[in-house]
């Protein structure tokens, strides 16, 4: 079946653009989390979803960084004002729900703010 | 919050001999501890866990133990092979609902033919 999807699979943004990032999950998973990894990094928590709501979004760095997931499915990370410290790999992981230990990840959107 | 460490950063082994990871972290309720294997270009993907009521886990040729006095926990890859070539991370994690995961920072692991 459909692993997590992201796209796109690169993004190249000026300083000071705006930016949205996609994540498919898999279909009837409803947990879902964003992370970031910076080169050569482990991957760092930002958001969690369960369901339509964002139940921690702790590991957000700032106010620039925002995320949706209207339906419950498909997400939206959304960050304004780039700075070229936000280039990173933006990673997407699904679970069959809060409770599931197993992440799913996605291949990965690679940000890249010139 | 937690914190995770993961030694050595690279590791290289002969195809047949094995390998072994080691990761510490520092918060004593952090109960579940997955590793994940990322390949060039690709989302990390899991490829054993263990959870804290467990000292040791197996699957066939990956195995973890966990030492939660001393707080670590380790991957041993037996009868290495060249496709296991990759990028090892650790992780721990606290919350019975909803993971959120605190990865060390990686391990690369090279298989030499």
């Known amino acids: 079946g459909a692993g997590v999807s992201q796209t796109p699979s690169n993004k190249v943004t000026e300083k000071g653009k705006y930016v949205e990032l996609r994540c498919d999950p898999i279909s009837g998973h409803t947990a879902l989390y964003w992370y970031r990894q910076s080169l050569g990094q482990g991957p760092e928590f930002l958001i969690y979803f369960q369901g339509t709501g964002a139940a921690d979004d702790s590991g957000l760095p700032n106010d620039r960084f925002f995320a949706v997931r209207p339906e419950g499915s498909v997400s939206t990370l959304k960050i304004q004002r780039t700075e070229r410290g936000d280039s990173a790999v933006y990673l997407c992981?699904?679970?069959?729900?809060?409770?599931?230990?197993?992440?799913?990840f996605g291949p990965g959107t690679r940000l890249t703010v010139l | 919050g937690e914190n995770v460490e993961q030694h050595p950063s690279t590791l290289s082994v002969q195809e047949g001999d094995s390998a072994v990871i080691k990761c510490t972290y520092s918060d004593s309720a952090s109960n579940y501890f997955p590793w994940y294997k990322q390949e060039l270009g690709k989302g990390p993907q899991l490829i054993i866990d263990i959870r804290s009521n467990v000292g040791e886990k197996k699957d066939q040729r990956i195995a973890v133990t966990l030492n939660k006095t001393a707080k670590h926990f380790s991957l041993h890859i037996t009868e290495t092979q060249p496709e296991d070539s990759a990028v090892y991370f650790c992780a721990a994690s606290i919350k019975n609902y909803g993971q959120n995961f605190v990865f060390g920072p990686g391990t690369r692991l090279s298989v030499l033919p």
């Open positions: 992981a699904s679970s069959l729900n809060g409770n599931s230990n197993e992440q799913f």
